[in-house]
């Protein structure tokens, strides 16, 4: 009887450990839970959030560099003036909504009392956002962190933030990056015999022929405004 009793104890004793394994091991890991709300609560600071359809233009300005990007229709953006037509609204629509858009995950001041240090006391570029009510938001972009190479930029708050370099070169692209983009597709360029460019102030003609012997490396040839031998090289890749 006392040995039965004993067995007992023991299977009773077996089954408390085992219902305390299983209990801890549907516990969740405090950690876990602690690093998955540390990701999905990281910060994202607003430098600039504005609608679309509420924005007239965007103008960048430093002392060398001058841009303006300005609705032309609706969803589409030209820079400098130019008609649409002439310029790839890809490439301009995705600088606005860039900049109406622009955010930050790292946060340096609150506020800052000495903007020297982050090249913010004479901004080298400024962007104006010139919304349709009248009112425009500015983005003051200063040096770049020695640290790893974003920029500090500033709105018109006194708080200091960092943006990715790439943000920062993306405003300050030329104005032939916008105007170069394919107009039209030839799917077969070996049928084009004959090219007439016309411009106002002169018309320019290129035609293919038969290779001779003064033409060693092209067959192409332009015959207006002057006769002489084209790259044929060039013409195949731009056409």
């Not at 960048?60 to 820079?79: G, H, L, P, R, Y």
Request: with cysteine.
């Amino acid at each position: 009887m006392k040995k039965n009793v004993v067995k007992i104890i023991i299977a009773v004793v077996v089954l408390i450990l085992l219902a305390g394994g299983t209990i801890l091991l549907k516990m969740p890991s405090k950690q876990t839970d602690d690093k998955n709300t540390a990701t999905a609560t990281a910060p994202t600071y607003d430098i600039c959030k504005e609608d679309a359809a509420n924005v007239k233009s965007v103008s960048v300005n430093s002392a060398d560099f001058q841009m303006e990007f300005s609705k032309a229709e609706e969803d589409k953006w030209t820079v400098n003036g130019l008609p649409t037509g002439e310029v790839d609204t890809t490439k301009t629509r995705s600088v606005v909504e860039s900049v109406i858009g622009m955010s930050s995950s790292e946060k340096i001041a609150e506020s800052a009392s000495d903007l020297e240090q982050y090249g913010l006391a004479n901004p080298e570029t400024t962007v104006t956002v010139n919304k349709t009510d009248g009112t425009a938001d500015k983005i003051y972009i200063g040096s770049k962190s020695p640290v790893n190479g974003s920029y500090f930029v500033k709105n018109d708050t006194d708080a200091v933030y960092t943006i990715s370099s790439y943000k920062v070169e993306q405003l300050k692209n030329p104005v032939n990056y916008y105007t170069e983009f394919s107009r039209f597709t030839i799917k077969d360029a070996s049928e084009i015999h004959g090219i007439t460019i016309e411009r106002s102030d002169v018309t320019i003609k290129l035609s293919e022929g038969e290779a001779t012997e003064n033409q060693v490396y092209s067959n192409w040839i332009m015959t207006s405004p002057i006769n002489t031998q084209a790259s044929s090289d060039y013409i195949s890749n731009s056409i």
